[in-house]
């Protein structure tokens, strides 16, 4: 074969596999919609950045609720998406003998973590305080 049809037939692969790789890809990604028949599964694309998160909360009154929203009610929540025992926000019977260990004590299992939750209850950024706050909100929820 001589070079130049060997440069024309390579020419002509590369082509048709991009083509087809063109062609499957956007056919992949046209039917993404079909990957859930669940009506009620939402896919939705997010991001989280605790540190900015952590620092936006400077000397907001409800830095306690949201960071235990972003951090702790997927084992905490009343009803939570992880459920391995940890004691519920509105659990007043949990929470009555957490109380009685008194705040220093819960802030010190909590930034030290207990049983299957992480140190600092998982919020690296949070400060001392703002931990506080977060078990202070979750008590006076659960009163």
């Known amino acids: 074969m001589r070079p130049q049809l060997k440069h024309i037939f390579v020419l002509v692969i590369l082509l048709v596999s991009g083509l087809l790789g063109f062609v499957f890809s956007f056919y992949k990604h046209s039917n993404s919609h079909l990957i859930s028949t669940d009506e009620s599964v939402q896919l939705i694309e997010t991001f989280h950045y605790p540190a ?3 620092q936006q909360l400077k000397d907001d009154v ?3 609720k949201k960071i235990f929203k972003e951090f702790c009610a997927s084992c905490h929540a009343a009803e939570p998406l992880i459920d391995i025992k940890a004691p519920h926000i509105g659990d007043k019977a949990a929470w009555k003998a957490k109380r009685q260990l008194g705040l220093d004590a819960l802030l010190k299992i909590t930034i030290n973590g207990a049983g299957a939750m992480p140190a600092r209850g998982g919020c ?5 305080e703002q931990l506080l706050e977060t078990i202070k909100y979750i008590s006076d929820q659960s009163k």
């Open 62 to 64: 409800y830095a306690g």
């Open 52 to 54: 900015i998160f952590v």
């Open 124 to 128: 690296f950024e949070c400060s001392d």
